[in-house]
């Protein structure tokens, strides 16, 4: 039975509203135009009656705002009752275009101030929705996710404060350290991979790609990513190698050990095109330091694929490796925000998430399980399929 299918038979868990904060507004509208088709479209079972009372509307998004003093200080506001729904809040924390006055100075907004004012709008709803559902793509402090010495525990401490507020699930994006949802037992904790989505964006950009163990290889660019790039490899039927960041431990440069050098474990990947796999791009020195350690052996193309797409130091050097050969496409979702600098880039591949985030939403306010979307083994082997014999065809 397809979803829509079980949609037809199941009741929602309350009315469906949806809080997109600032940070994701333009993700959100896209959300809410994917349901409110779908829902005109359906012709539910039950719709005369009394528990589908707003299951059709002309928008399912529910206004809010964090509106600042002077000082900087703010307060959440949500526009009208919430009693009785199904909330989703979405969040951006790493959307850094968005600004606020301070005594008069500008002031960007950082994941401190995002993940602050989730709580704001958390506490305006004041406990008078059924259920809340926060997601939050990029999660809060996903890389302080462990102690090892002296220090804080801030992801566990964010995912503790969120459900003491009466959050019930929190859904994520490829998250740093999944075990961190040990923090929250009793609350519901989904950390979605956009597998699918990277093979689609691919697909549809490069039309010569030959999906087989003797052109293409999976290469995880350290041993924290060998998961997510041994589940691709898998899927496609290709083989995978790992590069080993060796660092220096008696240093500690930008809050982190620098690498001292990268070893790779794995086959010849000589006239191989080449998928790095991660969960996100930051400053991207790894990413291109792993595709000139590709190119010396030889690799045919690299593409560089990552969930997060945060550029946090710029794009130039991502333009030089392009220029010089090392790096053929860069490849990110739309789950973090997109400077339009890097939309503009004629190398970047976009990957949209918004109607799988759609899926989701709409199968939890049916109360359905959504393994079947979490698992995109079978979308992947299809759209695979297609890609071959679209290509014979041509």
Known sequence: M?????????LTNGTLGIIPLESCKEMGLKIDQYL???REERQHKYADQAAFIGYKRNSYIIKASTPRFGTGEAKGMISESVRGYDLYLMVDVTNHSLTYKVCGQMNHMS????FADLKRIIAAIGGKARRITVIIPFLYESRQHRRTTRESLDCALALQELTA???DNIITFDAHDP????????KGFETVQPAYQFIKGICNSVSDLQIDSEHMMIISPDEGATGRAIYLANVLGIDMGMFYKRRDYSKIVDGRNPIVAHEFLGSSVEGKDVLIIDDMIS????MIDVATELKKRKARRVFVVATFGLFTNG???FDRA???GTIYKVVTTDLTYQPPELLERPYYINCDMSKYIAYIIDTLNHDESISDLLDPNERIQNLVREYKEAQKTN
């Open 322 to 324: 392009v220029e010089d």
């Open 2 to 10: 397809s979803i829509n299918e079980r949609h037809l038979e199941s």
């Open 315 to 317: 794009l130039e050097k």
């Open 36 to 38: 409110v088709k779908w």
């Open 283 to 286: 400053s991207g020195d790894s």
């Open 165 to 167: 507020m009466g959050v």
């Open 179 to 186: 075990r961190v949802q040990n923090s929250i037992p009793l």
């Open 111 to 114: 994941p401190d101030d995002h």
